[in-house]
Nanobody
């Protein structure tokens, strides 16, 4: 059974950086496309970034392009989200998600993902 565990969240000031990690276990990490989503208080969960199983393809929502970078280490079974120049509007609970995939695709809707972590809180103060 796939398990996902996020870490790296925290309370930071605007303009600084954070790196989130998502540790994958219970199956073969390189068989899965991965994604990051976030949910702010009172809002629906939204897509942030996605990456193919190989790491060769990635996709971002417009609001984080140029600031966030998604990456993965298949040898370490870990997904990352490097977040630079954080803004107060980035405040949310961040979730990683997994979907088994052998096509090399990435996915950007939550319904396409099969497995979810519990989330890690990121709070950015102004």
């Amino acid at each position: 059974q796939v398990q996902l565990e996020e870490s790296g969240g925290g309370l930071v000031q605007a303009g600084v950086s954070l790196r989130l990690s998502c540790e994958f276990s219970g199956s073969t990490f390189s068989d899965y496309a991965m994604g990051w989503f976030r949910q702010a208080p009172g809002k629906e969960r939204e897509f942030v970034a996605a990456i193919s199983w190989s790491g060769r393809s990635a996709y971002y929502t417009d609001s984080v392009k140029g600031r966030f970078t998604i990456s993965r280490d298949n040898a370490e079974n870990t997904l990352y989200l490097q977040m630079n120049n954080l803004k107060p509007e980035d405040t949310a609970v961040y979730y990683c998600a997994a979907r088994q995939d052998f096509t090399g695709s990435y996915y950007y809707t939550s319904s396409e993902y099969e497995e979810w972590g519990q989330g890690t809180q990121v709070t950015v103060s102004s």
